[in-house]
């Protein structure tokens, strides 16, 4: 027998009640943690959660997700609560959205990606971002489509062109047809777009400048750290996902070093697959960094969970084994002697980018890092190459440099691909 639960509450606006499944699980994450994370999602979206409906089973419903008999009863609960919206916690088969919009026809039913996707629409603005969430978003329409739908709206399948039916091509069809040849156009569009940000990419990488990007759960504060680093004047606000472009700042470590660091789309438990794969050439500067600051809210009762959530991400980018430094953030929020514990953990720094306190340390610590990236060279630079001194200056760390009666002579800590271009001026000290 199935056991199930009804939480009410009386908020006005957009109305929305939160499905979700309680079953056995071993990833550190309970079912009143999924839906406290649900709710927040609604809220981002902007509507208000007026009810929640549980059930415990051991699996879903095949048809429906949740039994014939439970959608009925979730019917009656929206109507008593002039709800407009019924939103899952996990993924829906096509024909189990079909079904419970046949089961529930006075309400709007989606799952956790649309949701997810709906917000990345709200809060895209570039139009990398823009094209990377429109693709995510007509993948996740495609086997969803239904002749009863009607045409899509002429400006997401790029103004209504191709229209015209051919002899006897139905709705759906045509729907069908429209839909994958904007999807094909928007992966051309994004692949000139990544090769523009692969240009950019190897500018950099020649330009041997450690390069750092933030990563860590949606709303633990990476915007609010480089803005503190770097006075980036990112946006920072208490949503998830505020931001989904990524953002690069020139940020300068204490030992003279200069480096780069990219604020990259925050992560989250059930990260839609689509979403990652559409974000693949934003989440290149996760792949391409020599440092990966992971950010975690460490006031966050589920902390360690969140972090397992970061890492599985990073696994699927194929980043998982990339040098990595745990920035605790928001540590203001917790009593002193859990602060003193976290800063003790290895390959971590105990930090408060609002307050802010921990900061000085944490650069410390990646200028440390950087140090041991590269290898330290002597060389002996003829006057007349000037330029070969300014690329020490640009592109590596210099110790110490010495005019002398044949040239400059330079110590110097340099990346290997910057390294090896000063070979025909190295000297044995």
């Known amino acids: 027998m199935a056991r199930e639960a009804f939480e009410v509450t009386q908020d006005a606006g957009d109305r929305a009640l939160l499905v979700g499944i309680d079953r056995a699980r071993s990833d550190g994450w309970t079912l009143e943690d999924d839906l406290a994370e649900l709710t927040r999602l609604v809220d981002t979206a902007g509507a208000k959660v007026v009810g929640t409906v549980t059930q415990r089973l051991e699996r879903p419903n095949p048809r429906t997700f949740i039994g014939a008999g439970k959608a009925a009863e979730i019917e009656v609960l929206a109507r008593e609560q002039a709800a407009t919206l019924v939103v899952f916690d996990d993924d829906l088969t096509p024909s189990q959205q079909a079904n419970l919009e046949g089961l529930l026809p006075q309400v709007r039913v989606i799952d956790r990606t649309q949701l997810i996707l709906d917000i990345f629409a709200l809060h895209a603005v570039s139009h990398e971002g823009k094209l990377q969430v429109e693709l995510a978003r007509l993948e996740y329409l495609l086997p969803r489509l239904r002749g009863m739908w009607g045409h899509l709206e002429a400006e997401r399948l790029g103004g209504g062109r191709g229209a015209r039916f051919g002899a006897g091509e139905s709705q759906l069809e045509s729907d069908r047809r429209l839909t994958r040849r904007r999807i094909s156009e928007l992966k051309r569009e994004l692949k000139q777009v990544a090769r523009s940000r692969e240009t950019q990419r190897a500018s950099r990488a020649r330009s041997g400048v450690f390069r750092i990007a ?106 998982s084994g990339k040098p990595q430094l745990i920035a605790y953030n928001k540590t203001d929020l917790l009593p002193k002697h859990e602060t003193e514990r976290l800063a003790e953990l290895p390959g971590a720094v105990a930090i408060s980018a609002g307050a802010p306190r921990g900061l000085d340390a944490l650069l410390e610590r990646i200028a440390l890092i950087a140090a041991q990236s590269g290898t330290a060279i002597t060389v002996l630079i003829p006057y007349e190459r000037g330029e070969m001194v300014r690329l020490a200056h640009d592109s590596a760390h210099v110790l110490s440099e010495e005019h002398t009666a044949e040239g400059t002579l330079i110590t110097l800590v340099s990346p290997p691909e910057v390294a090896g271009r000063f070979g025909d001026f190295l000297v044995d000290r």
């Open 214 to 319: 933030l990563v860590g759960y949606t709303n633990a504060g990476k915007s609010t750290l480089l803005n503190a680093l770097t006075d980036a004047g990112v946006l920072v606000q208490d949503q998830l996902f505020a931001t989904l472009d990524a953002t690069t700042r020139r940020l300068s470590l204490p030992d003279g070093r200069d480096a780069t660091l990219t604020d990259t789309v925050g992560f989250i438990n059930k990260l839609p697959h689509g979403l990652v794969e559409a974000f693949k050439s934003t989440l290149d500067e996760v792949r391409e960094a020599d440092l990966l600051l992971h950010v975690v809210d460490s006031s966050h009762p589920n902390a360690g969970a969140q972090i397992a959530a970061v890492n599985e991400v990073l696994q699927e980018l194929g980043t």
